[in-house]
């Protein structure tokens, strides 16, 4: 059984950094593109970031704006998310995904079914 689980959200005031961790588990994920997306209260999901097997990566630079650095290890099946400079509109809970989708398509996905697996979600809360 395939499963994503994040870990390393939680509060954090305006202005911190936090580094959010994405363990796979049930398949070889060689192949597969990795990223993150969030969600904030009452807001479609949003892609953040994601990055292929060979480490090519692309970000949504409008949310992004520098702050974000996605990186992968594939001997430990871990993608990371290291975020900078929070600030209160980054409060949301950010969701590990895993999936065959080619990697310049990935910013246009908006539903759980532009991606094949999903993890749980990590809640990210950034206060003023």
């Known amino acids: 059984q395939v499963q994503l689980v994040e870990s390393g959200g939680g509060l954090v005031q305006a202005g911190g950094s936090l580094r959010l961790s994405c363990a796979a588990s049930?398949?070889?994920?060689?192949?597969?593109?990795m990223g993150w997306f969030r969600q904030a209260p009452g807001k479609e999901r949003e892609f953040v970031a994601a990055?292929?097997?060979?480490?090519?990566?692309?970000y949504n630079a409008d949310s992004v704006k520098g702050r974000f650095t996605i990186s992968r290890d594939n001997a430990k099946n871990t993608v990371t998310l290291q975020i900078n400079s929070l600030n209160p509109e980054d409060t949301a809970v950010y969701y590990c995904?895993?999936?065959?989708?080619?990697?310049?398509?990935?910013?246009?996905?908006?539903?759980?079914?532009?991606?094949?697996?999903w993890g749980k979600g990590t809640p990210v809360t950034v206060s003023s």
């Open positions: 990055i292929t097997w060979s480490g090519a990566i692309t």
């Open positions: 049930g398949r070889t994920f060689s192949g597969y593109v």
């Open positions: 995904a895993a999936g065959l989708l080619p990697l310049a398509r990935w910013k246009n996905v908006r539903s759980v079914y532009g991606v094949d697996y």
